[in-house]
């Protein structure tokens, strides 16, 4: 989406993906769509393979813990996690850049990557839950309980 | 006569049945007529949009020609862009030429409009380039009007500045920088980027310039791969 950029950064859509779900559906199905997005997103990175992976079912048991019946409707805790599913997925990837050698410089990552990134996901980030809410009505199995 | 008025009457009921069956038959042609051409609006309108995809694929290709054509003592690989890094840190593209295309690690990349990066690494059909605007990134250049040196290095984010230009250099506004050619990596005379903001502190030891890269990475389809250059040979 080049139309739609924060100081060149864009959205992390794959990673918005991950965090809604796993608001939605838990810190189970959060792990393997984490890992799931984030192999696709190792087959086109210039990275180490893995590093998305790795950062994105993180991401994914974290956010996870906040799934809840009650929060299903609101925006307030996506939106809240963003900032920190964000900062928490670029840190593991310079974490696992720095392991191979490859980081750029800490005060480089965070002004130029990490905080645009940050900005990009919060705005893009209603857009994207209501989407997966529908989704997650569309497709959640229907529970009897006496 | 008696029988005039008659004859009359039948003969205009004739008319008009004929008309009104007329009628009907045209309307029965024309719907087939007109579905025939909206068929046909259909097929001409598909084969305009891929005659327009030819004709762009073919404007980029004339522009790589001639690049080519203009510095014959290279030896090329043309390669379509097939992926990018998604993410908002590293700046790489996948391409589709990999060792079986003659491409190794260290190799440069460009387009007619200028230096695209440098081959990081390669697979049998494909190669990661790594892009001047990735962090890592880090090109020797010269300023082509006062001929300073210094390093284009890449900012997340798709951006790049130079950097290391020695206090008391020149560096104006609009000026283009070029790769120097130092260390052999890449051949000299490569277009990098346009200056568009000098910072120059008095306390700092390089000044420093913001650039506008003249290639446009959202944009690449197509580049070039030099598999081999004399490094001594200045492109201009």
Known sequence: MPLLTVGGAKPDLVLLIVI?????????EGVVWGFIGG?????????????SSVGMMTVGLLSGQ??????????????????????LYYALIVVVLALTGRAPALDISVTQAILPAAVINLIAMPVVYMFMRWLDRKTERQQISW | MA???VQYAF?????????????????TELRRRNRQLEDLVD???????????????NRNLLALLNFVEAHPSYEYSASRVIGRDPGNLLGYILIDAGRRSGVAPGMTVVTER?????????GETSSKVLLVTDPLSAVNAVLQTSRATGMVKGKAGGQIFLDEVPQGATIELGDIVLTSGLGGTFPRGLVIGQVTEVSAQDVEMFQTATLHATVDFNKLEVVLVIISFDSDLFVD
């Open chain 1, 20 to 28: 809604s779900w796993s608001l939605l559906r838990g810190t189970g």
């Open chain 2, 114 to 122: 200028g230096l695209v990066g440098q081959i990081s690494d390669v």
């Open chain 1, 66 to 87: 906040g799934a809840t019946n009650l929060f299903k409707g609101n925006l307030a805790l996506p939106v809240l996690l963003v900032p920190l599913g964000t900062a």
């Open chain 2, 43 to 57: 097929k001409l309108m598909i084969e305009n949009v891929r005659l327009k995809e030819i004709e762009s694929e």
């Open chain 2, 11 to 27: 003969s205009y009921i004739g008319v008009q049945v004929r008309g009104a069956s007329q009628t009907v038959y045209d309307f």
């Open chain 1, 39 to 51: 192999l696709c997103v190792d087959l086109l990175s210039g990275g180490p393979f893995g590093a």
């Open chain 2, 3 to 5: 029988v005039s008025p």
